[in-house]
Nanobody, 121 residues
């Protein structure tokens, strides 16, 4: 069984920074794309940033130039460095990973438990 464990959320003032981490743990798997989504109450979950196993990166327009996604493939971990945070970044952030079972060769999406990011004075 594979799990995604997130860390790094919290309360930060406008203009501040936070770094989120998400590690995939388990056995008999490989990780394809990894990414971060966010959701606020009453709205759909939206993509924030994604990085493929080959290093291709995609950002939502709202975070370009402020957020940076990276991964350590050896540790099956993805990071999200968030700078110049503002109130509109307040949300629950979810880690996502496409994970393949090495025996069945079937891939599916996994989600982390979510971590709250609150940007406020």
């Amino acid at each position: 069984q594979v799990q995604l464990v997130e860390s790094g959320g919290g309360l930060v003032q406008p203009g501040g920074s936070l770094r989120l981490s998400c590690a995939a743990s388990g056995t008999s798997f490989t990780v394809n794309a990894m990414g971060w989504y966010r959701q606020v109450p009453g709205k759909q979950r939206e993509l924030v940033a994604q990085i493929t196993s080959g290093g291709n990166i995609n950002y939502s327009d709202s975070v370009k130039g402020r957020f940076t996604i990276s991964r350590d493939s050896a540790k099956n971990t993805v990071y999200l460095q968030m700078n110049s945070l503002n109130s509109e970044d307040t949300a629950v952030y979810y880690c996502n990973a496409e994970i393949k079972n090495i025996w069945t060769r079937l891939a599916r999406d996994y989600w982390g438990q979510g971590t709250q990011v609150t940007v406020s004075l």
